[in-house]
C-alpha cells in the first residue's frame, strides 16, 4: 500500500509541475502568492497551507484534469435504481472518474487547465462532491484521505 500512495503522490505532482511549464502565468501567480503569505525567507508549514488559496486551486485542478485513478470501485449499500437500472445490495460499482472530471455539463472547458474554476467553490478533495473524486471513492479507500 506504501508504494501505491507514493507513486500515486510522485504523478500528481509530476502532473501539476507539467501544467505549470504550460502555464507559466500560472506559476507566476503561485510564486506572488508565496511571496505575500509565506515571504519567500523560509519553508512553507502546514499552518500556511489555509492561506494558499490559489496554490490550491491549482493543485484542485491539476487533481481533476489528470487523475491517477481513472476508475474506481465502491460496493452498493442498499437496493436501488440508478437511471432505470436496478442495483442490488452488494453489488460492485465501477465509477468513471475520468469522465465525471471531464464532464462537460458539469465543467466549462473541462479539457483546459483552468485553476480559477475553483474561485468561490466549496468542493473538496476529500470525495463529498461527485464532481470531483481525486482520492477514488473517498477516505474508506484512499489511505491519502
Not at 20 to 28: A, F, G
Not at 106 to 127: A, H, M, Q, T, Y
Request: aromatic fraction near 6%; proline fraction near 5%; glycine fraction near 4%.
Amino acid at each position: 500500500m506504501l508504494v501505491v500512495a507514493i507513486n500515486t503522490s510522485a504523478t500528481t505532482v509530476d502532473w501539476i509541475l507539467t501544467e505549470l511549464l504550460r502555464h507559466p502565468h500560472v506559476m507566476k501567480k503561485i510564486h506572488k502568492e508565496l511571496e505575500q503569505v509565506v515571504d519567500l525567507e523560509r519553508v512553507v508549514e502546514e499552518s500556511d497551507l489555509e492561506s494558499l488559496k490559489y496554490l490550491d486551486m491549482v493543485v484542485k485542478e491539476g487533481m481533476r484534469l489528470h487523475s491517477v485513478l481513472p476508475l474506481s470501485q465502491c460496493e452498493a449499500m442498499e437496493d436501488c435504481v440508478v437511471d432505470g437500472f436496478r442495483i442490488r445490495k452488494g453489488s460492485r460499482i465501477t465509477i468513471n472518474n475520468y469522465a465525471i472530471q471531464r464532464d462537460p455539463n458539469v465543467w466549462s472547458e473541462p479539457e483546459k487547465f483552468l485553476p480559477e474554476r475553483f474561485v468561490g467553490s466549496n468542493i473538496d478533495v476529500r470525495g463529498r462532491n461527485f464532481q470531483f473524486l481525486p482520492f477514488s471513492a473517498g477516505r474508506r479507500s484512499c489511505p491519502a484521505v
